[in-house]
């Protein structure tokens, strides 16, 4: 990845991902390479690498190389999660430990971009999964646990996992279950950050979307007085001009 550095490229980078100081990326460093030239590398060193390399490339410097360990770990969760190895005993194993380290180097998805492409395959995925994290060696859905989880990352004070607990979302509403959505949401209304009001939007746009208009208008009547309005924008993207216009004005 270093050997395809591109100057010119690093500099639209630092500019798009705000990396002066104050700004949210700050001190994030870029090699120049787009997104589609780092997936041909995760393609190219897929079935080569380990579990155990991972952490290295998620301490890396540079940016596209942290994106390159993410999406391995996307890839290898990819794999054991197939239909057919949902209830797998070794597959579980393997998705756990994925998503373990996950969480335990979640700090290092360090910009909207590195949670965007990872959280919903990897963290998203696994809640609608059986797991052995949060029980006592049973193979369960364990979903009080996966809330516990959740809710930690939305507690934080750290931007980057809070937005995790509701990008990953994407994923369950795409399944069809808006739960995770409908609390995050919530959860995330009065934030004071505008990739959250984005995230937050985003995401109930897509659960209206996946799952029911009528539930995003239920939840929009609760709280359209409480949310931002960049929030509000995103939600509403999907109705006709009548509509957007009602709750615009409300």
Request: include cysteine.
């Amino acid at each position: 990845m270093e050997s395809q550095r591109n100057e010119a490229q690093r500099q639209i980078l630092i500019r798009f991902f705000k990396t002066a100081p104050g700004e949210y990326g700050h001190g994030d460093e870029f090699l120049g390479l787009k997104v589609p030239q780092t997936r041909e590398v995760v393609k190219a060193v897929a079935n080569d690498v380990t579990l155990d390399d991972i952490p290295e490339l998620l301490m890396s410097r540079w940016h596209e190389v942290r994106l390159c360990g993410l999406l391995l770990l996307v890839s290898q969760f990819e794999k054991n999660a197939k239909k057919r190895l949902i209830n797998d005993k070794e597959a579980a194993r393997k998705r756990d430990e994925i998503v373990t380290m996950y969480l335990h180097y979640a700090e290092q998805a360090n910009n909207w971009d590195l949670v965007d492409l990872s959280v919903h395959k990897i963290l998203g995925h696994w809640l609608l999964l059986p797991t052995y994290l949060g029980g006592n060696g049973e193979l369960a859905l364990h979903t009080d646990y996966k809330f516990q989880i959740l809710d930690q990352l939305a507690a934080s004070d750290n931007l980057w996992k809070q937005r995790m607990s509701i990008v990953c979302s994407w994923k369950t509403s795409q399944q069809g279950d808006p739960s995770w959505c409908l609390r995050y949401a919530e959860y995330h209304l009065r934030h004071p950050h505008d990739l959250m009001h984005k995230a937050v939007g985003w995401m109930l746009r897509e659960m209206g979307k996946r799952v029911s208009m009528d539930l995003l208008r239920n939840f929009l009547s609760l709280h359209v007085h409480e949310m931002h309005r960049t929030t509000l924008r995103y939600a509403i993207e999907l109705m006709d001009d009548e509509e957007r216009k009602y709750w615009m004005s409300r």
